[in-house]
Structures are given as structure tokens and as C-alpha cells.
């Protein structure tokens, strides 16, 4: 074996060592037995190639061995460090909605038609929902026509409501795919008014935030004050809403998440510039003319807690103000107190999309330095954009289209559960579930019956309390049974969700089963319907029409 002191090191290693380096995926299972020592010996054998390194000139026939080694070995351990990520595609929504109904079709506002891989979740935030005060008390009571609206766009595709929050004309959504919501946990929301010095809810923010496969993510959703003079009110705001505390124990403030997300119409303008200049540069597509005088821009270069958020580049039209149904910028003339025309408001990208990443901000003096165990996550803009041909309000929807890259900090759910036997309505049927040690269970928690195209935790068919309807326990597992009474006559796809009380969230889901169609049942219904028309009602009596 070649020295490891200095000179005689170089001397000593041979090809016959490279094809050892080169051998090192093939020993692979027999190092792991001996973990600590291959370690030591790889240490040693790097070492050993770092001493030469100064001695091997290009036109050495050990050069060309020694980088095709090196080559394979990062790739092999760059491809098992990438096998530990994972990467989510998350899809956020910004539009001023003004008070409108929602539009017939929302496919390419949600890129349902592209070709790429489905969305993981949908964030979207909605600014002047309609709050007349009947409009609003109804929604108190039921969900309002936009959250329908959505769930009944995406629950037929595997996505359900994992949280809402309204405040006035604010709504913020969230919807997930079924399978990430064991990963999903510590769920909250927030509201911060803003509007008439904190009290009027027309203005601020609205707010949730989750622990998503161990990291923190915050989204938030604002509503700035309006008008070109108000700058310094729009950031005083938003420092306001970032103040905000959410309820509950070891819960970090906003910008202690991992990643914020803050979007919404924030309202900042175009400053300097005619209106003339802005629509003639906006014709002409040069919107970098632009850029330097957004008064959003122009404060990120001044406020250090502006300067940690990201915006991707603004290469699409100015959103704001649009005439209905149209992509022509504010033509309508209109009359303000006392008959004088107002002036027609220059456009602007009121409707923005930002982000921020802890680890970015805390680690830019480090030179972006990071060990293999430090919880790292990644966040790529994929698509930032417009969309001109939804007019039912004065904005345009903005989307931003992103790539969370994430190695995993919850790779196991707290609960496993599955169906057991044949699933019909002509007996009780059981549910068998196992919990990892460290859940914390509830007398309150409940497993329940979904439909696969469920849209929110609250849309079951029927459910179990999982102690109270518990049968059998040991030390792996516990059975669960429901009535044969609740089970659906008709059968079909199904889901089991086990919902934790302690943590306000549902931390396990099934694989999609079949429940049998009750047969007896059904051709007893068949047969009653048959039979219906042939009965005569007691009152039908013969009448003549003349």
C-alpha cells in the first residue's frame, strides 16, 4: 500500500490504486458492513491522491485516469445525495377579483392543460370578494361561491381544501394532493386589519401557515392601500402584517418560516413617468424602461427587510386598470364629487408575487456553506406571468409557478391504516391502523370515510371515533369497526382519513378501495321504482277540460 508521509506517496501510487477508486461502487455492500473503517480507508486513499495531485502533469497517462475517477465518483454521489430530495410544483394565484362572480373556465389560469407533471398544491389569494354584508353573513354560515368554485374544479383531480381563511374581501385557499397531507402538519391562520388605523378589515392581510415534510412555510396574502402618494402607507402595512403572531406553542413568526411566500394586490405604482410614456413603452413591449420607477423596486433598494425577497422578472404587461372584458387600459370617462372628470389611472403591476427563503438570508455571509445535515430547502421560480384573457375585474390574474426542492424531514406518516375484507353495506365493516411511538392520540380523533373526489375534511360519508369504536388492540395495531348502517348502498372508490384532534389535520390516508354495491338493496329500489308509475294517487279524480 502506498505511503501517506509526503514525498513517497506520489512515487508509490500506481494505476492498480486508481482501479481500486474505480472499484468503489462494486465494494459498495461490503464497506457498509464495515462502515467506520471503509470511511477511514477512503479518507486515507483521498489523502493520498490530494498529495500527488501537484506532481501529475497534463500530459500524464495517470491524468486522464485519475479525473475520469474523480468524474464518476462525484456523479455516483451526487445521484445518491439527489435520491434523498424531493421536489414539489407548487401553483400561486393572485387576483383582484372586484367584487365579480367566478369566470366559467379557469383551465389555463390553473395550467390544468399543460404537459408537465401535475401541481403538488394550488395557493390561491383572492382580493375584493364580494362583501356586502348579505354576501358576507351567508359566507360566514357556507363556503362562499369562490372556494366552491375551486373545490369543484380541482376535487375531481385528487386535490382537497387543506385550509381557507376570509377576511372581508380577503380569501386565501389552499388545496393539496391527497397523498402529502399525512406530510402535512401544524396547520394555522391568521387575519391582520389594516384598513381605518387597524380596525376595518377592507385592508391587510390573511395568512396560513404548515409544516411541510418538516419545513415551515408561510403563505400571505395582502391588500395594500390604493393611490400613487401612499408608498411609505403600503410598507408601514406590510410591516404591520409581518408583526403578526400565529396562536399556539413553538410556532416561529413569519419570517422565521423557512419559506414565506408574500403576494396579493399590493398596490405599488409606476412613479415619475407620464402616463403617456408608460402605455407607449408598454405597446412597445420595453417594459425594462419601466422597472427602475415601480415603486415596489425602488423600496426593495432601500428597505433592508424588503431587500430578502425574491420577485422574478416582470416581463408581461402592467395588471392594473383594465376596462371589463378587455385588454385596453382605463378608457371609461367617470365623475367624481362635484362633476369633475377624474383622471385615468396609469397602469401599473399592482399584483405581484415574492418569496423569501430563511436559509438564503441567513447564509448569504457563508458562502452559501452547508452540511449534509442541515435542513436545506431550495425554491426555483419556474413561470411568472399574466393571464389577459380573464376581464371579469379591472386586474389581471397574476400566477407564479414554482419548484420546492426539499429533502425530507418526514418521510414516515404518524398513521397507517387500511380497510380490511370486503367493503359492503351488508355488514359491519373494520379499519386496522397502526401509529408511530411518539403520536400524541386523542380521545377525540376520528377515522373517516371519503369519497375519493372529497373536497375538504368535513365532505365524509360517514366516520369512527377510534376509541369508542374500537374491538381489538396489541402492540402493533388496533381495529376499528363502522356500522354496516353508514357504509353506502351503492358502492364505490373510497378513501379512509385518520384525523388527529391535537393536531387539527389529517396524518394518515388509505390507498383508494372499492366498496361493493349492496345488490339486495339496489333491486329493491329498482323494483319500487319500476312499480311507482302504476299506482294511482288517492286524489286524481277524472275532469272534464270543457
Known amino acids: 500500500m502506498a505511503s501517506l508521509s509526503g514525498e513517497g506517496a506520489c512515487q508509490d501510487l500506481s494505476l492498480n490504486d486508481l482501479e481500486g477508486l474505480h472499484s468503489l461502487r462494486s465494494r459498495s455492500a461490503s464497506v457498509s458492513s464495515t462502515a467506520s473503517s471503509g470511511r477511514l480507508q477512503l479518507r486515507q486513499r483521498v489523502a493520498q491522491l490530494m498529495a500527488c495531485v501537484e506532481d501529475i502533469s497534463s500530459d500524464d497517462e495517470i491524468h486522464e485516469e485519475v479525473s475520469r475517477t474523480l468524474d464518476e465518483a462525484f456523479l455516483i454521489w451526487g445521484k445518491k445525495l439527489k435520491d434523498k430530495w424531493q421536489e414539489l410544483r407548487l401553483h400561486l394565484v393572485t387576483w383582484n377579483v372586484g367584487t365579480a362572480s367566478p369566470p366559467p373556465d379557469v383551465t389555463s389560469l390553473l395550467q390544468l392543460d399543460s404537459e408537465g407533471p401535475a401541481m403538488d398544491m394550488y395557493v390561491i389569494g383572492l382580493q375584493e370578494v364580494n362583501s356586502r354584508i348579505t354576501n358576507f353573513l351567508s359566507d360566514l354560515a357556507f363556503d362562499d361561491p369562490w372556494s366552491i368554485f375551486f373545490m369543484t374544479v380541482l376535487s375531481p383531480l385528487g386535490y382537497i381544501k387543506l385550509s381557507s381563511i376570509r377576511m372581508q374581501g380577503l380569501l386565501l385557499l389552499i388545496f393539496v394532493k391527497h397523498g402529502h397531507l399525512p406530510f402535512i402538519r401544524d396547520v394555522h391562520t391568521h387575519y391582520t386589519r389594516t384598513g381605518l388605523y387597524g380596525y376595518w378589515g377592507n385592508k391587510g392581510g390573511v395568512t ?52 414565506l411566500f408574500w403576494f396579493g394586490d399590493l398596490n405599488f405604482r409606476i412613479a415619475d413617468y407620464g402616463i403617456h410614456f408608460v402605455r407607449e413603452s408598454i405597446n412597445k413591449e420595453n417594459y425594462n424602461l419601466l422597472w427602475e420607477k415601480d415603486q415596489l423596486n425602488m423600496a426593495k433598494k432601500k428597505e433592508a427587510f424588503l431587500q430578502e425577497f425574491i420577485e422574478g422578472p416582470l416581463q408581461f404587461k402592467p395588471t392594473y386598470k383594465f376596462d371589463l372584458y378587455s385588454e385596453v387600459y382605463d378608457t371609461r ?54 393571464h389577459m384573457n380573464y376581464g371579469i375585474s379591472d386586474h389581471k390574474p397574476v400566477t407564479g409557478t414554482f419548484g420546492l426542492e426539499l429533502k425530507p424531514l418526514v418521510s414516515d406518516p404518524f398513521i397507517t391504516l387500511n380497510p380490511e375484507g370486503e367493503w359492503s353495506s351488508e355488514h359491519d365493516v373494520l379499519i386496522r391502523y397502526s401509529a408511530v411511538p411518539e403520536f400524541p392520540s386523542s380521545a377525540w380523533d376520528w377515522i373517516g370515510l371519503f369519497k375519493v373526489a372529497f373536497r375538504h375534511v368535513n365532505d365524509y ?15 402493533d395495531s388496533k381495529q376499528v369497526y363502522m356500522s354496516a348502517a353508514e357504509i353506502p348502498d351503492t358502492g364505490g372508490e373510497f378513501l379512509l382519513c385518520y384525523y388527529s384532534n391535537n393536531f387539527q389535520s389529517i396524518v394518515g390516508v388509505s390507498q383508494p378501495f372499492q366498496i361493493q354495491p349492496n345488490r339486495t338493496v339496489i333491486e329493491k329500489d329498482l323494483t319500487q321504482e319500476d312499480n311507482s308509475w302504476m299506482q294511482k294517487p288517492d286524489n286524481l279524480e277524472p275532469h272534464n277540460d270543457f
Open 208 to 259: 396560513v401557515r404548515m409544516s411541510l415534510y418538516g419545513y415551515t412555510i408561510c403563505f400571505m396574502n395582502c391588500h395594500l392601500p390604493a393611490h400613487m402618494e401612499n408608498t411609505e402607507q403600503r410598507l408601514d402595512d406590510f410591516e404591520k402584517i409581518l408583526e403578526m403572531q400565529f396562536e399556539g406553542e413553538n410556532i416561529p413568526s413569519t419570517l422565521d418560516h423557512d419559506v
Open 333 to 386: 370617462e367617470r365623475k367624481s364629487l362635484f362633476w369633475f372628470n377624474e383622471k385615468k389611472r396609469k397602469p401599473a403591476w399592482t399584483d405581484r408575487i415574492l418569496w423569501r427563503v430563511k436559509n438564503l438570508c441567513q447564509d448569504a455571509s457563508k458562502e452559501g456553506e452547508f452540511s449534509e445535515e442541515e435542513q436545506t430547502i431550495s425554491v426555483t421560480l419556474n413561470n411568472y406571468r399574466s
Open 461 to 475: 360519508v360517514t366516520y369512527a371515533w377510534v376509541e369508542d369504536d374500537e374491538i381489538s388492540s396489541n402492540k
